[in-house]
């Protein structure tokens, strides 16, 4: 059975940072690109970034680049999200979860990802 547990939010103030993991257990990590999501209330759940399976190649959105950084830690089936300079749009509900094939690319649609986790809430204040 795979479970997918994220962790590390929190209420922030704007300009702060908030560092969130992932961690993944039930499948062979290694081989599975993960991707961070986010939704806002009343909000379509969205892409924030995405890092393949091999660790070789990464992808952001672009309310994200150059603030947030995702990297995996494979011996500890771990994802992380180090997010700097947050703002109060980047309040959300963050989840992670792992692409629904082995060995694929990272995909920018959350239907092409499964096993979510429960969420860590993330508040940015102003």
């Known amino acids: 059975q795979v479970q997918v547990v994220e962790a590390g939010g929190g209420l922030v103030q704007a300009g702060g940072s908030l560092r969130l993991s992932c961690t993944v257990s039930?499948?062979?990590?290694?081989?599975?690109?993960m991707g961070w999501f986010r939704q806002a209330p009343g909000k379509e759940r969205e892409i924030v970034s995405c890092?393949?399976?091999?660790?070789?190649?990464?992808y952001y959105a672009d309310s994200v680049k150059g603030r947030f950084t995702i990297s995996r830690d494979n011996a500890k089936n771990t994802v992380f999200l180090q997010m700097n300079s947050l703002k109060p749009e980047d309040t959300a509900m963050y989840y992670c979860?792992?692409?629904?094939?082995?060995?694929?690319?990272?995909?920018?649609?959350?239907?092409?990802?499964?096993?979510w986790g429960q969420g860590t809430q993330v508040t940015v204040s102003s």
């Open positions: 039930g499948l062979t990590f290694d081989d599975y690109s």
């Open positions: 979860a792992p692409r629904s094939l082995p060995r694929a690319a990272c995909n920018v649609y959350n239907r092409q990802y499964r096993y």
């Open positions: 890092i393949i399976w091999s660790g070789g190649s990464t």
